[in-house]
């Protein structure tokens, strides 16, 4: 199945959206402009590309920024949105691993950076846990927050590209196996 009506296949239509709480002004906003909602290489690619540099800045409004920021871009809002979920408590530490080096390569922090032992949790008094990882984070400083918006960027770039090449290739790849059935079909043929 090509990859475009596998992408058609499982995305929701605007009109879905617009009979969906919470998503009802997506569903309005996106049926007369399907340009924003079609699987097409490039705009999946950018799509991703904007879901995954906003979803690596832990903010609370991770889709909504994504989705608004993929309709500036004319980039699917679909693949926008589902980026984001990419960045999860599974993917933190190695995405705060990577804000972090770049943080301090571009800023030259040299200092240690929120040591582990600053984050002296008590686990028998839950109440202190928010405010010991508050104080960890706030530790992190300048290399996290030059850091995050930098591994985005590098992150979503890299996205756009996977995505974008690794589409190409199944494109080619359905392309060879097509000229590959009518090569056998016309040998068959030609046989008989």
Request: glycine share 8%; hydrophobic share 55%; aromatic share 10%.
């Amino acid at each position: 199945m090509p990859a475009s009506r596998l992408a058609r296949r499982l995305l929701p239509h605007p009109d879905t959206l617009s009979k969906t709480p919470g998503l009802r002004w997506l569903g309005h906003y996106l049926a007369p402009r399907p340009w924003l909602w079609v699987a097409h290489r490039r705009r999946v690619a950018m799509g991703v590309a904007v879901g995954l540099a906003i979803g690596v800045i832990p903010l609370p409004t991770q889709m909504f920024l994504a989705a608004w920021l993929a309709i500036i871009c004319r980039a699917n809002v679909a693949a926008a949105i589902a980026a984001t979920w990419l960045t999860n408590p599974f993917t933190l530490l190695p995405i705060w691993t990577l804000a972090i080096a770049l943080g301090r390569f571009v800023s030259g922090h040299t200092g240690r950076v929120a040591p582990p032992e600053m984050l002296a949790i008590d686990w028998g008094q839950p109440d202190t846990w928010l405010a010991s990882l508050w104080s960890w984070t706030q530790a992190l400083g300048e290399p996290l927050l030059i850091g995050l918006p930098l591994a985005g960027l590098l992150l979503g770039a890299l996205a756009y590209l996977v995505v974008y090449f690794g589409w190409w290739a199944v494109i080619v790849g359905e392309r060879y196996r097509r000229l590959r059935k009518r090569a056998r079909a016309k040998a068959k043929a030609e046989a008989t």
